[in-house]
T-cell receptor, first 114, second 114 residues
């Protein structure tokens, strides 16, 4: 399956616990960040995004935190459910140059134990 | 809810053959993209397309690749002479335009080159 070729870091949590998935990005000039969820055999599904003029943004059961000083992004999932099991990717770009291509991180596999 | 669709879901071809991967972006979107994901690896940007021309492309997108918007709804990726290393999932994405940065991805086409 999806683990061939690249060993993904894996986070294993119990159902109902909170999950924190981390991402270190490389381009200090990036000003837009997104979290995507990818289930097996499917395309990336948008979860939440944040612009560089913010350090926190909340959605339904998810929160994204941005620390520009250390170029770190995190995704917090509250009350994790079995349906949250997937690979999570952060992505970034630098919009003010007109560039729209997203640069994806290598992903973290979230496993939710019932 | 509108979504990006892609056909076929799986394409098997012989090395050296031409393939065309098809996408129908979300109907009112203006920017279109192709990304690929080699099995188990991160998602990589190939090309972006706006106003009937390529706006950005990566080093992967060489002369073997081309994109086209043949009508008002379809967006295609053509690989002229496939190589074994072209085997991957190919994702189409679209977004609405200026001020709407979120890229929505299709389910992907799995290309297998034999």
């Amino acid at each position: 399956g999806e683990s061939v070729g690249l060993h993904l870091p894996t986070l294993s949590v119990q159902e109902g616990d909170n999950s924190i998935i981390n991402c270190a990005y490389s381009n200090s000039a990036s000003d837009y960040f997104i979290w995507y969820k990818q289930e097996s055999g499917k395309g990336p599904q948008f979860i939440i995004d944040i612009r560089s003029n913010m350090d926190k943004r909340q959605g339904q059961r998810v929160t994204v935190l941005l620390n520009k000083t250390v170029k770190h992004l995190s995704l917090q999932i509250a009350a994790t459910q079995p349906g949250d099991s997937a690979v999570y990717f952060c992505a970034e770009n630098k919009r003010d140059t007109g560039r729209r291509a997203l640069t994806f991180g290598s992903g973290t596999r979230l496993q939710v134990q019932p | 809810e509108p979504e990006v669709t892609q056909t076929p879901s799986h394409q098997v071809t012989q090395m050296g053959q031409e393939v065309i991967l098809r996408c129908v972006p979300i109907s009112n979107h203006l920017y279109f993209y192709w990304y690929r994901q080699i099995l188990g690896q991160k998602v990589e940007f190939l090309v972006s397309f706006y106003n009937n021309e390529i706006s950005e492309k990566s080093e992967i997108f060489d002369d073997q690749f081309s994109v086209e918007r043949p009508d008002g709804s379809n967006f295609t990726l053509k690989i002229r002479s496939t190589k074994l290393e072209d085997s991957a999932m190919y994702f189409c994405a679209s977004n609405g335009g200026i001020g709407t940065d979120t890229q929505y991805f299709g389910p992907g086409t799995r290309l297998t080159v034999l």
